[in-house]
């Protein structure tokens, strides 16, 4: 309670003095009990703590935003931890237009892209094959997408997830917006597992950690395997 907030509190104001990057998480996400804290990322500790944020003590932005990344793929899930039966009906149009607007600025911000392109998966089964598989494309997805536009970014879909992510598609964008936690960590996780991370968007500084989380299995340096990064 009290504690977990100084402690994020003070570790923010370190952090933003000094403008350096922190890696990899408060804590971890094991390391607070989350029966008694109802943490389901880091992402919703960031979340949590912006939402108490009276005095800009974090950030000017409203929704921290979760992106994983690597040198062939960059994703960013609209939802995360939450089961896939809640996943449509939690998705409203403002969760669409500010995450868009998050993913855009970071392209630009952070990755150094002038006009990024941003592509937008469906949420069914082949985006929904025009109804016959569920109507959340046709009914809110798609015609949210041809009303909503963003300077200088280019934003496409919705697209089947099932053709999004191999070489060739991978050519044609800058990132992939997600429906939900596993259409986004399964293929950015198979192309590049060990040199994957974590980027949280939306935060006026530099936020990072491993796509994997922060192992504290493999803590002690007699247990790490050695990997190369890049």
């Known amino acids: 309670g009290v504690t977990v907030s100084l402690i994020v509190i003070l570790t923010v104001r370190m952090i933003k003095s000094t403008a350096m990057p922190i890696s990899p998480t408060f804590g971890g996400k094991w390391r607070i009990d989350r029966r008694k804290h109802s943490i389901k990322s880091d992402q919703h500790v960031l ?35 939450i089961p896939l039966s809640e996943v449509e009906s939690s998705i409203e149009d ?11 600025d970071g392209l630009k911000r952070y990755f150094g892209l002038a006009r990024p392109h941003i592509a937008v998966a469906g949420l069914n089964p082949h985006a929904g094959e025009a109804g016959y598989l569920g109507r959340f494309e046709v009914d809110k997805l798609a015609p949210f997408l041809a009303d909503f536009t963003l300077e200088d970014v280019q934003i496409s879909g919705p697209y089947s997830a099932d053709s999004l992510f191999h070489k060739e598609a991978r050519d044609t964008y800058d ?20 040199n994957s991370v974590n980027v949280t968007l939306g935060l006026d500084f530099i936020r990072t950690s491993p796509d994997h989380g922060t192992a504290f299995d493999r803590a002690a340096p007699s247990l790490q395997t050695a990997y190369p990064h890049q």
């Open 47 to 81: 979340k949590h703590f912006i939402a108490l944020n009276e005095q800009n003590i974090i950030t000017k932005l409203a929704r921290p935003v979760m992106m994983l990344a690597n040198a062939e793929l960059r994703v960013i899930p609209l939802t995360v931890h």
């Open 94 to 104: 403002a969760d669409l237009s500010e995450t868009l607007l998050i993913i855009g």
């Open 175 to 194: 990132a992939v917006l997600c429906m939900y936690h596993d259409q986004a960590l399964i293929p950015v996780k198979t192309v590049d597992f060990f």
